[in-house]
């Protein structure tokens, strides 16, 4: 079983809404996936419990007991656990990614995120668990061109050395849409967002696949 723990330390990032779409995008190619939502306000619980079709197990859980959840999912045979982790709660966090096969740390393109975006990396780092950054809530780009805020975005994350998802996630209004009734942006009609999300599993779930390869230095 592969574990897969998504983290955000500055909230607001859509940490729970890429986590959902990871557990959704995996259910929907046959993956017995189990969510575990150690976050506080249990977001991602609600929006699956919403489903009405079949979809991936999810429970509710805490740090502290995040390593007994994975334990469950080992003796349920599931294939893969994502935890959706709570912003600022450090030591949350940490138990998470000692558990985790790979970090996905969401940041959207701001200055104050970045700034957060650091100290989530050093977290990850010190615990020496490989990583990927995906930058989420990004304007889209204009004939192939980047906002000027996502090129700064990504200059910063090239000085701090990030491996950065190969996928942006853009502003769509879909994704929150879909969420309300527990679906992923792959069941709607906006071709565009459903490749874009798919594209971005696809690549994560590649990288969970390499467990040799350290993502963090690429």
């Known amino acids: 079983m592969k574990t897969l723990a998504v983290i955000a330390l500055k909230g607001g990032s859509g940490k729970t809404t890429v986590a959902t779409h990871f557990a959704l995008g995996a259910h929907l190619r046959g993956v017995d996936t189990l969510l575990v939502d150690i976050d506080p306000q249990h977001s991602a619980a609600d929006i699956l ?11 509710t859980s805490t740090g502290r007991n995040v390593l007994a959840a994975q334990f469950g999912a080992l003796s349920q045979r599931k294939d893969l656990m994502i935890i959706d982790t709570p912003a600022g709660a450090v030591e949350a966090v940490s138990e998470a990614v000692v558990l985790a096969d790979l970090a996905v740390l969401i940041v959207r393109p701001t200055l104050i995120d970045l700034s957060g975006l650091a100290r989530s990396l050093m977290l990850v780092r010190r615990l020496g668990k490989p990583s990927v950054v995906v930058v989420n809530q990004a304007p889209p780009a204009r004939e192939t061109v980047e906002a000027p805020l996502v090129k700064r975005a990504l200059k910063g994350l090239d000085y701090m050395q990030a491996a950065v998802a190969p996928v942006i996630v853009r502003s769509r209004s879909v994704y929150q849409t879909a969420l309300e009734r527990g679906r992923s942006a792959e069941e709607m009609s906006d071709r565009a967002a459903a490749a874009e999300i798919a594209a971005l599993w696809d690549f994560v779930d590649a990288t969970l696949a390499a467990p040799t390869q350290d993502a963090a230095t690429g």
């Open 49 to 59: 419990s919403a489903r009405e079709a079949p979809g991936p197990a999810y429970v």
